[in-house]
């Protein structure tokens, strides 16, 4: 099985796959602790796991590199980075 039918195969399940800081970071082409202060910042949801660890949402990502993420203020000086509808 090939890695595009993995993710075919998770897509069709309904789970979405999760990235590691350094995962996003390598798409976006930033230092990981630059996805880790964009997630602090409310910039781009994460997920703790039980160990305190950070992931994202392949969906999310995938969508803000894609351009369909816009950014939305949620208090003066706050932004973040949210799919649109």
Not at 8 to 22: A, K
Not at 27 to 56: C, E, M
């Amino acid at each position: 099985m090939s890695w595009g039918d993995e993710m075919d195969d998770r897509s069709q399940s309904g789970r979405d796959r999760l990235l590691t800081p350094g995962e996003v970071a390598a798409l976006f082409r930033v230092d990981p602790k630059t996805v880790t202060r964009w997630a602090a910042a409310g910039r781009i949801g994460s997920i703790r796991t039980p160990g305190g660890h950070r992931r994202f949402r392949e969906s999310e990502v995938r969508a803000l590199l894609t351009g369909e993420g816009v950014v939305v203020p949620e208090q003066p000086g706050a932004e973040r980075l949210t799919p649109s509808p």
